[in-house]
């Protein structure tokens, strides 16, 4: 006997899964013992084959890309992202204040580790924008986005998510509205994950009634009006 149920596809932090199972084993290893995260590049093709999807060109280089050969710097770099995550989640300043503890551990071991220098150049725009921290002022955050923003920029001019923090510093930090928008229309369609502009019709009592999701800014006044 079978019987068919239909998918319910959904997202999973693999990142978060690989700090979870480090910290099942750290009881049973001990402390002597260094857990590092390596995470295969082959991995992602296969499961492509297997579903039998077809990846982008893009896909397949940003797959192949090794963002660091250090096994430290990338495992940090997971734990930051874990933490980032975390924020996204609970809005908490501390799990932020964690993420560029640890992106900052990262480039600290790999210098040339552009990734991590984008990603700790936005972390340090998100928290300026939520007020910073006793420990993190604003002053020490700004300069500190700008630097990891422009040294990511120089170790690969091409990566979207340098790109991405000179963006976000326009927008979280100088407040120039207009030069953030340029900006990020020239990022975004090379972040597929972050390509979108949502506009939302909120009633009197603040329920959102409608929301309408779409990159090209074209539509959203006349499907909002609608």
């Known amino acids: ?45 296969i499961v492509a084959d297997a579903l039998r999807a077809k990846l982008l060109p893009s896909e397949t280089q940003a797959i192949a890309a090794r963002p660091t050969d250090n096994p430290a710097a990338y495992d ?74 422009d040294r990511a920029k120089q170790l690969d001019p091409k990566l979207p998510d340098a790109n991405l923090a000179l963006a976000d510093i326009q927008y979280r930090i100088h407040l120039d509205y207009p030069g953030a928008l340029a900006a990020y229309d020239a990022v975004l369609p090379g972040k597929p994950e972050y390509a979108n502009r949502t506009s939302y019709v909120i009633a009197p009592n603040g329920e959102i009634i409608f929301e309408y999701t779409a990159l090209d800014p074209s539509g959203h006044v006349a499907n909002t009006l609608a």
């Open 1 to 45: 006997f079978a019987r068919r149920q239909p998918l319910r596809p959904r997202n999973v932090d693999i990142n978060g899964t690989v700090l979870d199972i480090a910290r099942l084993l750290r009881p049973t290893l001990g402390e002597q013992i260094e857990i590092n995260s390596i995470l295969e590049q082959e991995v992602a093709t």
């Open 76 to 149: 940090l770099f997971l734990r930051a992202e874990y933490a980032w995550r975390k924020f996204q989640d609970s809005g908490e300043s501390k799990e932020l204040a964690d993420a560029i503890a640890l992106y900052q551990q990262a480039v600290a071991a790999d210098p040339k580790f552009a990734l991590a220098h984008a990603r700790l150049s936005l972390a340090r725009s998100m928290l300026y924008w939520n007020g910073g921290t006793p420990q993190l002022s604003l002053g020490d955050l700004a300069k500190g986005a700008q630097a990891a923003a």
